[in-house]
């Protein structure tokens, strides 16, 4: 089955990080460009960040801008997203999407004390 598998969410404290997976099962994810998206409560889903095929080029939303990094690791076919200085509004369920592939359910992050 073509899919992405998110997972690494949580609970976290504001200021604290979080790595979520991606990983891709059915195809080889190195081959495709990779989103990562989040929907908080409420609101529509937002842009969070992109990495290219082969992982030359990666793209954020400005206001994530040097707190979250993109990166994918070929050889475990997947595609993470690091979260660092986490804030409450970073809440959301994370999706991560390719042109091969329908949405999944998504990891949920819960910034909170």
């Known amino acids: 089955q073509v899919q992405l598998v998110e997972s690494g969410g949580g609970l976290v404290q504001p200021g604290g990080s979080l790595r979520l997976s991606c990983a891709a099962s059915?195809?080889?994810?190195?081959?495709?460009?990779v989103t990562w998206y989040r929907q908080a409560p409420g609101k529509e889903r937002e842009f969070v960040a992109r990495?290219?095929?082969?992982?030359?080029?990666?793209d954020y939303a400005d206001s994530l801008k040097g707190r979250f990094t993109i990166s994918r690791d070929d050889a475990k076919n997947t595609v993470y997203l690091q979260m660092m200085n986490l804030k409450p509004e970073d809440t959301a369920v994370y999706y991560c999407?390719?042109?091969?592939?329908?949405w999944g359910q998504g990891t949920q992050v819960t910034v909170s004390s």
């Open positions: 999407k390719s042109i091969r592939t329908t």
């Open positions: 059915g195809f080889t994810v190195s081959l495709y460009a």
């Open positions: 990495i290219s095929s082969g992982g030359g080029s990666t």
